[in-house]
Structures are given as structure tokens and as C-alpha cells.
T-cell receptor, first 113, second 108 residues
Framework: NAGVTQTPKFRVLKTGQSMTLLCAQD?????MYWYRQDPGMGLRLIHY???????AKGEVPDGYNVSRLKKQNFLLGLESAAPSQTSVYFC????????????FGNGTRLTVT | RKEVEQDPGPFNVPEGATVAFNCTYS??????FFWYRQDCRKEPKLLMS???SGNEDGRFTAQLNRASQYISLLIRDSKLSDSATYLC?????????FGAGTRLAVHP
């Protein structure tokens, strides 16, 4: 029972490079989320999805794109990485009901130099 | 104003103490309320959901006050293992927003 799996766990990029973070869940959850966490701050919502084929902007969407082509996968893309995107990225999923909590992946530590 | 705001930390308390955290939110349409704990920048882990009538889980008690738009967490008989950052999470369930977190340090 893997739950929520994020790949990769660590990545170093140079400014201007692109990359995609993958989140996969095996719990048949409808809702999926991408958050970032910076030192001294809580998790901030980047984008989320309420079902296959849908995406929506969160609190800090600029510089990121997402896709949810399959229900179990939620991809986060950085088209042109910037040092301000150095952060820890967490993916989460939820059944999407009032008392349903978020289930998190282990996180991806991204450094942009 | 931030959508979700928490007490600033850190809270430094001795073992056995009772400590309370508050969290205010601005979106009156919020339906979902949770407390999570986070250790050393690892993934957040669910501590407890917060129900309208309030709820208790062992040493932990959570309350919701919709009129004043805040939730609270009470920890009784603090243990060393309770040292962590406590995050409140509020929102409509399609857009859950985290507070910045309150750090708790329990010392012998």
C-alpha cells in the first residue's frame, strides 16, 4: 500500500531549466494538490485538481503548470526554473469530502541555482 | 490578511504542561478543519480532524468556533515527543489552506 508517491526526492536545477515532478496515488482519490513549503512558512497551495482532466490555481500558481491526465497522477511542471522556486514540494490527495484529510507524499527538495 | 493565521511560536513548555494553540480563518465558507503536525520538514501528518461539536483524542482536544472563525488545539500532559510544528488546515475541501504553523518545544 504505497499511498502517495512523489518522484524525484531531490533535484538540483540551473536557472532556466525545466522539469516535471510526478505525484502518484493508489487510493482512488478524486482530489490532488501541490504545495510548496519555504523556511518559516506554512505550506502554500500551488495548484489543485478535483478530478481527472481538471486543474485549478491555488495561492501561488505563477511559474508552474499542472496536468491530471490520469486520475492517479498529478504532474507539476516548471517551464523555466528560477531561484525563487527553491523549496520543498509536497503532493497530497484526498477523497474530497468535508471530513476527509489530506494524505501526503514524502516531498521533493528542489534547489535552483 | 492571510486566509489562515496561527499563534506565533515557539512555545517552550515543560513536560506535563498544558498548552493551547489558536488558529483564525477568514473564509466563512470553510467546511473542513484539521490539525496536522510536522517534524523537521517531513511531510505533515494528520493529528486530528475538527468537528463542529468539538472532539477529543486522548490528550488532544480540538474546538471549532464558527461565529468567531477560529479553531483551537489543547494538548494536556505534554510529552517530549509532542515537540513539533503544529499546522492548522482550513477551507472548502477542494482548496485546503495551511497556516504558517506553531512550533512547540517540550523540555524535561
Amino acid at each position: 500500500n504505497a499511498g502517495v508517491t512523489q518522484t524525484p526526492k531531490f533535484r538540483v536545477l540551473k536557472t532556466g531549466q525545466s522539469m516535471t515532478l510526478l505525484c502518484a496515488q493508489d487510493m482512488n482519490h478524486e482530489y490532488m494538490y501541490w504545495y510548496r513549503q519555504d523556511p518559516g512558512m506554512g505550506l502554500r497551495l500551488i495548484h489543485y485538481s478535483v478530478g481527472e482532466g481538471t486543474t485549478a490555481k491555488g495561492e501561488v500558481p505563477d511559474g508552474y503548470n499542472v496536468s491530471r491526465l490520469k486520475k492517479q497522477n498529478f504532474l507539476l511542471g516548471l517551464e523555466s526554473a528560477a531561484p525563487s522556486q527553491t523549496s520543498v514540494y509536497f503532493c497530497a490527495s484526498s477523497p474530497g469530502q468535508v471530513y476527509s484529510p489530506l494524505h501526503f507524499g514524502n516531498g521533493t527538495r528542489l534547489t535552483v541555482t | 490578511r492571510k486566509e489562515v493565521e496561527q499563534d506565533p511560536g515557539p512555545f517552550n513548555v515543560p513536560e506535563g504542561a498544558t498548552v493551547a494553540f489558536n488558529c483564525t480563518y477568514s473564509n466563512s465558507a470553510s467546511q473542513s478543519f484539521f490539525w496536522y503536525r510536522q517534524d523537521c520538514r517531513k511531510e505533515p501528518k494528520l493529528l486530528m480532524s475538527v468537528y463542529s461539536s468539538g472532539n477529543e483524542d486522548g490528550r488532544f482536544t480540538a474546538q471549532l468556533n464558527r461565529a468567531s472563525q477560529y479553531i483551537s488545539l489543547l494538548i494536556r500532559d505534554s510529552k517530549l515527543s509532542d515537540s513539533a510544528t503544529y499546522l492548522c488546515v482550513v477551507g472548502p475541501y477542494n482548496k485546503l489552506i495551511f497556516g504558517a504553523g506553531t512550533r512547540l518545544a517540550v523540555h524535561p
